[in-house]
Each structure stands twice: as structure tokens, then as C-alpha cells.
Antibody, heavy 123, light 109 residues
Framework: EVQLVESGGGLAKPGGSLRLSCAAS????????MSWVRQAPGKGLEWVGR??????????DYAAPVKGRFTISRDDSRNTLYLQMNSLKTEDTAVYYC??????????????WGQGTLVTVSS | QSALTQPASVSGSPGQPITISCTGTSSDVGNYNLVSWYQQHPGKVPKLIIY???KRPSGVSDRFSGSKSGNTASLTISGLQAEDEADYYC?????????FGAGTKVTVL
């Protein structure tokens, strides 16, 4: 059974930075394309970005609201996904989920989700 | 990329069928058979209930079904039950990105 566990959430000031982690177990993490999805309080789901497996190039794509401010990376030796968030804005306040497709080498949908970690951006 | 359009709320009595629509564009829903649906109960993690328009993951009730016509996808819950009361989100692949709907709150009367 795949397990995803996020950490690193907390309070940050506008303009500040925060790094989230997502530890994966129970799957071949190195083959998986991984995503971050966020949910502002009382709002809907919003895709944040995606990273391909390193065997597929390890390239990243981002949603427009975070492009240039957020960076997704991965450490396959630690089975861990990261989200570096810089130049934070109050509208980045949300629960951040890591999500994946367990079939590997593609990301047609998200069949496994972490429990989420709350990021609050406030002065 | 604009969010997919879903009704804010849908309600039905136990045993009745309901349908939730999800309207996108020719760049997302209309161009890919990669529409998925997620169920989220309050305070819980989203759960995949439909993928690739009309496929159900193992363990998901067959009361849930999906379809697509043009730029609009739909989720039908047949025989509504109390435990179906939740928020439902559609999602479509859109090339190098993914777009979610704003969500539909399903209420069981």
C-alpha cells in the first residue's frame, strides 16, 4: 500500500519562504510522476505543479499562479518529494497535498494522496 | 487555465439518482479522455472515484459512473445514499497541466 506523508507546513510571512516535504513508501517512487495540489480554506482543489520521474527527464510544470515562485524537486534516494515556496503571498494559504499515480511513468490522475500539510501566510 | 465549471450544489433523496456536470474547453475535457472525479468528505483527503472518464478504481461502488460528451463530463450517482454526502471535484489533464472544477456539494435530503 502506498503511503505519502507531508511535512514542513506552518506559518510564514508574506515574501517569506517555506519548504514542504513528502515522504513516500510502499511504491516504486523513482518511477512515479508526482504532483502537489493545494486547497485554500473552504475552497476547492487547485493543481500546483508536477515533476516527472528522472528516467523520464525529471522535468517540471507549474500552474500559472506559482510559476517562478515555487520549485518542485525530488530525491529518489530518500523517496522524498519537495516543494520550495518562495515569495509567499497571503493567497498561498492552503493545505498542500502531494499526490501520485501508482502506475508509474505517467500521471493521468491522482490515485494516492497524502494527508496534507497546512501552510499559513500571514503577517 | 480556468477552472472547470461545476454546479455549486446538487441534492437528492435517498435512492434517487443525481448527476453532476463538469464543463471545460476543447483544450482540456474536450481534448483528452483523462477526466477524473474525486470525493472529499469534510476534513478528509480527496478520494479517486472515477478515472479516464468512466473507469472505477477497485473498491469504489458501482453506483458511481462517469461519461463525457464534447467539452462536458458528468458524474452520476445512482441510488443516492447518506454516505454520498460530500464534495465532488472533477479534474482534467490539459496538456502540461491539470485543471480542477470548483467542486459540487452533494446533499442527501
Amino acid at each position: 500500500e502506498v503511503q505519502l506523508v507531508e511535512s514542513g507546513g506552518g506559518l510564514a510571512k508574506p515574501g517569506g519562504s517555506l519548504r514542504l516535504s513528502c515522504a513516500a513508501s510502499g511504491s516504486t517512487f523513482s518511477n512515479a510522476w508526482m504532483s502537489w495540489v493545494r486547497q485554500a480554506p473552504g475552497k476547492g482543489l487547485e493543481w500546483v505543479g508536477r515533476i516527472k520521474s528522472n528516467t523520464d527527464g525529471g522535468t517540471t510544470d507549474y500552474a500559472a499562479p506559482v510559476k517562478g515562485r515555487f520549485t518542485i524537486s525530488r530525491d529518489d534516494s530518500r523517496n522524498t518529494l519537495y516543494l520550495q515556496m518562495n515569495s509567499l503571498k497571503t493567497e498561498d494559504t492552503a493545505v498542500y497535498y502531494c499526490a501520485m499515480y501508482s502506475g508509474g511513468n505517467w500521471l493521468p490522475h491522482f490515485d494516492y494522496w497524502g494527508q496534507g500539510t497546512l501552510v499559513t501566510v500571514s503577517s | 487555465q480556468s477552472a472547470l465549471t461545476q454546479p455549486a450544489s446538487v441534492s437528492g433523496s435517498p435512492g434517487q439518482p443525481i448527476t453532476i456536470s463538469c464543463t471545460g474547453t476543447s483544450s482540456d475535457v474536450g481534448n483528452y479522455n483523462l477526466v477524473s472525479w474525486y470525493q472529499q468528505h469534510p476534513g478528509k483527503v480527496p478520494k479517486l472515484i472515477i478515472y479516464e472518464v468512466n473507469k472505477r478504481p477497485s473498491g469504489v461502488s458501482d453506483r458511481f459512473s462517469g461519461s463525457k460528451s464534447g467539452n462536458t463530463a458528468s458524474l452520476t450517482i445512482s441510488g443516492l445514499q447518506a454516505e454520498d454526502e460530500a464534495d465532488y471535484y472533477c479534474c482534467s489533464y490539459a496538456g502540461f497541466s491539470y485543471v480542477f472544477g470548483a467542486g459540487t456539494k452533494v446533499t442527501v435530503l
